[in-house]
């Protein structure tokens, strides 16, 4: 390339960073220039391209789906970019699924402690009184959580307190769930103070974390983005996602 046509070349490049950077957008690239990277030698068969379009139209909401289905007949254009977003996607599932399946069920184990559930019941107050009637109610059985939490909300000026859907769940290596699970299920504790106000709660029971579809595919995808993100912090990324920006300057 003549030097003449370097420089200007250089500067549409520099406009393009400083514009993404302006918009925060430099990241969101980096990240699928990273992606387009790894799944490039990956193929995917028309047989499955095709049954991952007609389940997209499928699951789809009744008017979008006509709307895409009409735009996709009227548009060759339209349909090629459907198809295209389809297969992009079945080429990252397969680049999961080959780079980290045979990870996931050692991955699981070593996570499980973070997998787990706690379920708990919870009423919030700032007030240290009111959040000790709360608990002396409920070990009479006076009214249940969800009774008093109605009767609090009504009651109290709801700009002072905050009363939270009894029912929580919880990460069973969290703070409260530690606090929770010294106890046997259905054990009220004493009001505890944390930030700011008193904690009201009720370990209902722990829900231990198993490793079904769903959990394959969040694990999947965990191990994913962790990937991702030590990808965006290297040199040779980088310096990928410029020579992409280079390419559309030409």
Same mark, same amino acid.
């Given at each position: ?41 990956? =193929?995917?068969?028309?047989? %499955? ?5 007609? =389940? ?6 009744? *008017?979008? %789906? ?39 069920? /050692? ?13 708990? @019941? ?37 700009? /002072? ?11 069973? *290596? ?54 991702? %993100? ?16 280079? @390419?559309?300057?030409?």
């Amino acid at each position: 390339m003549p030097s003449t046509q370097v420089r200007p070349q250089v500067d549409s490049v520099t406009k393009i960073v400083s514009k993404l950077g302006k918009y925060n957008l430099l990241p969101q690239l980096q990240r699928e220039v990273i992606i387009d990277d790894a799944i490039s030698s990956i =193929k995917c068969t028309s047989d %499955e391209v095709e049954t991952a379009y007609q =389940k997209l139209i499928k699951t789809t909401n009744n *008017n979008t %789906e006509s709307d895409l289905a009409a735009s996709c007949q009227q548009s060759d254009r339209a349909k090629k970019q459907v198809i295209d977003a389809i297969i992009r996607k079945l080429k990252i599932e397969k680049f999961k699924q080959k780079t980290w399946g045979q990870e996931i069920s /050692s991955y699981f184990i070593s996570q499980k402690k973070r997998l787990d559930k706690v379920v708990y @019941s919870e009423i919030v107050h700032p007030d240290e009184g009111v959040a000790t009637e709360i608990y002396f109610r409920l070990l009479a059985n006076e009214q249940s959580f969800i009774e008093l939490a109605f009767e609090y909300l009504q009651s109290e000026d709801p700009d /002072s307190y905050q009363v939270y859907d009894p029912i929580r769940v919880c990460p069973l *290596n969290s703070q409260m769930a530690q606090m929770l699970i010294k106890h046997q299920p259905g054990t009220v504790l004493r009001p505890i103070h944390c930030r700011n106000v008193y904690h009201v709660m009720r370990l209902e029971k722990i829900i231990p974390a198993v490793l079904n579809k769903s959990m394959h595919c969040q694990l999947l995808d965990e191990l994913f983005e962790a990937w991702l %993100e030590r990808g965006c912090n290297e040199s040779y990324y980088r310096k990928l996602m410029l020579r992409q920006l280079t @390419s559309w300057t030409m």
